[in-house]
């Protein structure tokens, strides 16, 4: 009797609070429980925000970020869940994103209104924006100066947009050289295959600090666009988005950011702007 | 399937002029590419065949060499490693100086690759003509070179038409390769223009489409070149 | 950019063995899965019915007219919208190269059995035995025997075509010769050693080739 009545209790017990779980998880959050992994995109020469270390495996600010998301997400799901690095680029992220085959997206991306008719994204983690990388030698201070000249894009940025519309508006006869990524990009430069190199400022003190000759290039010019980063996530998901919402917001109310801030951007010297303190403290939503 | 088709983003600017400048920068490649192929190719398959035995070793190594190399490497060699070897006024050349360094080095890459593809198909077309046509040739007092001239050459290069076009059609399918270094030549227009629209469905679906016009032109090109051409009495004419 | 450093490659070796098993593993399957497709492509060509026959030639005649980078793209990004489902991209790199390798596979292979003579065919059905039997037991086996030069030497072109993978960032040998070329600056030494690997295993495929031919012909 006894027996039945314990049977009888695990079994309600069960029932209790077996549908909870599985009524609640939906979408991607389902699809990370069936599967046991999270599958995140990374860049390959995004620094400091996700790059290759030594050992080829995929570093960074946003992917120490994305790390906290990921144990909200083993939280979310109940179990523990591998992580599956998956390499991106400013091309392939947003298909790769919206067709299933990455489930958050960590590295160096613009959230602007066009890609939200695409891709959803998490609470602002960087405010940077356009620039030019140039070797000093060359004499370029701004972009003005690239008249005639060379500059190499990224495809698919928002530099990419931002450089074309004003070579074309200002009718600077500049020949743009497409690239895959931002080592690429680097690379024309140092081989001088380009006059400067275009994306956004963090990234160009990223690629100066891991040049073999850091002294020969400068970054120059006006900032030409605004550029708050985010971790993209698939669209139409407010589940999964609201766990890496408050995984993000709980590191900016903690102050947990600043370390990890400390820690990818200190040894560029590089401190926080005032923009990003301020989006840091806005950004820190009560539970 | 969630997807928004909106097939009209093909005929609107820019993106329409993005396709044609796409279609026109593969074909321009693929043929400038063909051109050098087929010459340095046809030159190369005969020296594979002719007496002097440096000179056949020399056409092999060549064959050898290009074609044991993917032509995704050979391209990277020419456009990222080539410029860092030589002298840097000659690397400043290539990388800045060249009209359009992209395009040229794609079309060397591809034409110095398809050559040693090339060079095979006419090797063994010449070695198919029977030994008796070659000493029947050399019986009637004909020199080396005019061997060559009237009685192999002839009739090689009209036995070798089947596979020629099976290359060519390559060469178009290749081209594609380009884009890994900065060409927007089709394929790289079809990716630009997902980018700027998110409709990768159209725009593939018309790149993909493009290239089997392509192909279809380039059949219909070489059937025709092809009947025109045909020795009586030879294989491939001679069943019918 | 200096001289020629090897320690670059050196330092880089387990990195890059790594990838040259991703491009040998890749190439076994593709070339595994294309034979099997291929060898159906070509049954269906030659069946002998245009409602088998008529697909088979389209399909083999459509996909030889598209670029692979093409096809990869398709499965990469656009086939998952599809189906609902991600194929990442090894499998994507894997279903390209079958698809892709299967149209080249079944024209070899209809000439292979093409090249079976007609008589073997009628002896064996008169002795009984059923289309699958014969094809199974007679056509298929002398086949292969006669084709396996000609695959081989598909199979290293297929090998070469593994390098494409690049495109999608798949870490084939190609691919992370790019990734240390740039990430060390070292372009000449990285895509110079690139070219010497490929090149020693894809001669050395086509010796073996020759060797076959060879022996096929005594």
Same mark, same amino acid.
């Given at each position: 009797?006894?027996?039945?009545?314990?049977?009888?209790?695990?079994?309600?017990? =069960?029932?209790?609070?077996?549908?909870? /779980?599985? /009524?609640?998880?939906?979408?991607?959050?389902?699809?990370?429980?069936?599967?046991?992994?999270?599958?995140?995109?990374?860049?390959?020469?995004?620094?400091?925000?996700?790059?290759?270390?030594?050992?080829?495996?995929?570093?960074?600010?946003?992917?120490?970020?994305?790390?906290?998301?990921?144990?909200?997400?083993?939280?979310?799901?109940?179990?523990?869940?591998?992580?599956?690095?998956?390499?991106?680029?400013?091309?392939?992220?947003?298909?790769?994103?919206?067709?299933?085959?990455?489930?958050?997206?960590?590295?160096?991306?613009?959230?602007?209104? =066009?890609?939200?008719?695409?891709?959803?994204?998490?609470?602002?983690?960087?405010?940077?924006?356009?620039?030019?990388?140039?070797?000093?030698?060359?004499?370029?201070?701004?972009?003005?100066?690239?008249?005639?000249?060379?500059?190499?894009?990224?495809?698919?940025?928002?530099?990419?947009?931002?450089?074309?519309?004003?070579?074309?508006?200002?009718?600077?006869?500049?020949?743009?050289?497409?690239?895959?990524?931002?080592?690429?990009?680097?690379?024309?430069?140092?081989?001088?295959?380009?006059?400067?190199?275009?994306?956004?400022?963090?990234?160009?003190?990223?690629?100066?600090?891991?040049?073999?000759?850091?002294?020969?290039?400068?970054?120059?010019?006006?900032?030409?666009?605004?550029?708050?980063?985010?971790?993209?996530?698939?669209?139409?998901?407010?589940?999964?988005?609201?766990?890496? =919402?408050?995984?993000?917001?709980?590191?900016?109310?903690?102050?947990?950011?600043?370390?990890?801030?400390?820690?990818?951007?200190?040894?560029?010297?590089?401190?926080?702007?005032?923009?990003?303190?301020?989006?840091?403290?806005?950004?820190?939503?009560?539970? | 399937?969630?997807?928004?088709?909106?097939?009209?983003?093909?005929?609107?600017?820019?993106?329409?002029?993005?396709?044609?400048?796409?279609?026109?920068?593969?074909?321009?490649?693929?043929?400038?590419?063909?051109?050098?192929?087929?010459?340095?190719?046809?030159?190369?398959?005969?020296?594979?065949?002719?007496?002097?035995?440096?000179?056949?070793?020399?056409?092999?190594?060549?064959?050898? *060499?290009?074609?044991?190399?993917?032509?995704?490497?050979?391209?990277?060699?020419?456009?990222?490693?080539?410029?860092?070897?030589?002298?840097?006024?000659?690397?400043?050349?290539?990388?800045?100086?060249?009209?359009?360094?992209?395009?040229?080095?794609?079309?060397?890459?591809?034409?110095?690759?398809?050559?040693?593809?090339?060079?095979?198909?006419?090797?063994?077309?010449?070695?198919?003509?029977?030994?008796?046509?070659?000493?029947?040739?050399?019986?009637?007092?004909?020199?080396?070179?005019?061997?060559?001239?009237?009685?192999?050459?002839?009739?090689?290069?009209?036995?070798?038409?089947?596979?020629?076009?099976?290359?060519?059609?390559?060469?178009?399918?290749?081209?594609?390769?380009?884009?890994?270094?900065?060409?927007?030549?089709?394929?790289?227009?079809?990716?630009?223009?997902?980018?700027?629209?998110?409709?990768?469905?159209?725009?593939?679906?018309?790149?993909?489409? *493009?290239?089997?016009?392509?192909?279809?032109?380039?059949?219909?090109?070489?059937?025709?070149?092809?009947?025109?051409?045909?020795?009586?009495?030879?294989?491939?004419?001679?069943?019918? | 950019?200096?001289?020629?450093?090897?320690? @670059?490659?050196?330092?880089?070796?387990?990195?890059?063995?790594?990838?040259?098993?991703?491009?040998?593993?890749?190439?076994?399957?593709?070339?595994?899965?294309?034979?099997?497709?291929?060898?159906?492509?070509?049954?269906?060509?030659?069946?002998?019915?245009?409602?088998?026959?008529?697909?088979?030639?389209?399909?083999?005649?459509?996909?030889?007219?598209?670029?692979?980078?093409?096809?990869?793209?398709?499965?990469?990004?656009?086939?998952?919208?599809?189906?609902?489902?991600?194929?990442?991209?090894?499998?994507?790199?894997?279903?390209?190269?079958?698809?892709?390798?299967?149209?080249?596979?079944?024209?070899?292979?209809?000439?292979?059995?093409?090249?079976?003579?007609?008589?073997?065919?009628?002896?064996?059905?008169?002795?009984?035995?059923?289309?699958?039997?014969?094809?199974?037991?007679? @056509? $298929?086996?002398?086949?292969?025997?006669?084709?396996?030069?000609?695959? $081989? &030497?598909?199979?290293?072109? $297929?090998?070469?075509?593994?390098?494409?993978?690049?495109? @999608?960032?798949?870490?084939?040998?190609? &691919? @992370?010769?790019?990734?240390?070329?740039?990430?060390?600056?070292? $372009?000449?030494?990285?895509?110079?050693?690139?070219?010497?690997?490929?090149?020693?295993?894809?001669?050395?495929?086509?010796?073996?080739?020759?060797?076959?031919?060879?022996?096929?012909? &005594?």
């Amino acid at each position: 009797m006894q027996k039945i009545a314990s049977l009888f209790g695990a079994a309600l017990l =069960t029932l209790a609070v077996m549908p909870a /779980q599985a /009524q609640e998880l939906t979408g991607t959050l389902k699809k990370i429980a069936d599967s046991g992994e999270i599958v995140i995109g990374h860049r390959e020469s995004s620094v400091p925000f996700s790059y290759l270390d030594e050992k080829q495996q995929p570093v960074g600010y946003s992917i120490d970020i994305c790390l906290k998301v990921v144990e909200a997400v083993k939280a979310a799901v109940g179990k523990d869940i591998k992580v599956r690095f998956v390499p991106v680029n400013s091309q392939t992220r947003i298909p790769l994103l919206s067709n299933g085959t990455v489930q958050m997206e960590c590295g160096s991306t613009t959230n602007n209104l =066009t890609r939200q008719q695409q891709v959803s994204f998490l609470p602002t983690t960087f405010i940077t924006g356009t620039k030019l990388l140039v070797s000093k030698a060359g004499g370029i201070k701004s972009i003005d100066d690239l008249k005639g000249k060379t500059v190499a894009l990224s495809q698919g940025t928002t530099n990419e947009r931002v450089v074309k519309a004003y070579i074309e508006a200002k009718k600077l006869d500049t020949k743009i050289l497409p690239v895959k990524d931002h080592a690429e990009g680097m690379l024309s430069l140092e081989t001088d295959r380009v006059d400067a190199y275009s994306t956004d400022h963090i990234l160009l003190f990223g690629l100066i600090g891991k040049s073999k000759t850091p002294e020969k290039f400068a970054v120059v010019g006006d900032f030409l666009s605004f550029d708050p980063y985010a971790m993209m996530v698939p669209r139409n998901d407010a589940d999964f988005q609201l766990v890496g =919402t408050k995984a993000i917001s709980a590191l900016f109310r903690s102050g947990e950011i600043e370390t990890i801030y400390a820690k990818w951007f200190d040894p560029m010297g590089v401190p926080a702007e005032p923009d990003l303190k301020v989006a840091f403290r806005t950004q820190a939503l009560p539970e | 399937m969630n997807y928004n088709w909106k097939w009209g983003v093909l005929f609107e600017e820019p993106y329409l002029g993005w396709l044609i400048s796409g279609f026109g920068w593969t074909v321009a490649v693929s043929l400038c590419a063909w051109v050098i192929a087929f010459l340095l190719g046809s030159v190369i398959g005969v020296l594979r065949t002719v007496p002097s035995k440096p000179v056949r070793l020399f056409a092999t190594a060549y064959v050898e *060499l290009f074609r044991n190399i993917p032509l995704l490497v050979q391209m990277f060699l020419w456009y990222f490693a080539l410029p860092e070897i030589l002298p840097a006024d000659a690397g400043r050349f290539l990388k800045r100086d060249l009209p359009n360094p992209e395009f040229v080095i794609a079309v060397i890459a591809l034409g110095l690759y398809t050559a040693s593809r090339v060079a095979e198909q006419v090797r063994a077309g010449i070695e198919s003509i029977s030994p008796g046509l070659t000493n029947a040739g050399k019986a009637s007092g004909l020199s080396t070179a005019q061997l060559y001239r009237h009685v192999l050459l002839p009739i090689s290069f009209r036995i070798v038409i089947p596979s020629m076009t099976s290359e060519f059609l390559t060469i178009f399918k290749n081209s594609s390769l380009a884009l890994t270094i900065g060409l927007l030549e089709l394929t790289a227009q079809a990716r630009q223009i997902t980018d700027f629209t998110f409709q990768g469905f159209e725009a593939f679906a018309a790149a993909t489409v *493009l290239y089997v016009a392509i192909a279809l032109v380039v059949t219909l090109l070489m059937t025709v070149i092809e009947s025109r051409s045909r020795i009586p009495g030879y294989i491939g004419s001679g069943g019918k | 950019m200096g001289s020629f450093d090897v320690s @670059v490659i050196l330092k880089s070796l387990p990195f890059l063995w790594e990838g040259l098993q991703l491009s040998l593993f890749l190439t076994f399957l593709a070339l595994v899965g294309g034979i099997l497709f291929g060898t159906l492509l070509a049954l269906m060509r030659l069946s002998g019915f245009a409602l088998l026959s008529w697909p088979s030639l389209i399909y083999v005649n459509l996909i030889r007219s598209v670029p692979f980078i093409l096809v990869i793209f398709w499965f990469y990004f656009l086939i998952p919208v599809i189906v609902g489902q991600p194929i990442g991209g090894f499998y994507s790199a894997l279903i390209a190269f079958v698809i892709f390798e299967a149209a080249y596979y079944a024209e070899i292979i209809r000439s292979g059995i093409q090249s079976v003579r007609r008589g073997q065919i009628d002896a064996g059905k008169s002795c009984g035995l059923g289309y699958w039997a014969i094809q199974r037991h007679i @056509v $298929l086996p002398q086949a292969f025997r006669n084709m396996t030069p000609i695959l $081989l &030497t598909q199979a290293i072109i $297929l090998f070469q075509d593994t390098s494409l993978v690049f495109v @999608v960032s798949l870490r084939d040998f190609m &691919t @992370v010769s790019a990734i240390v070329a740039r990430t060390e600056g070292r $372009l000449v030494e990285m895509y110079v050693f690139a070219a010497i690997v490929y090149f020693v295993i894809c001669f050395a495929g086509s010796l073996l080739v020759k060797r076959l031919k060879a022996a096929n012909a &005594t």
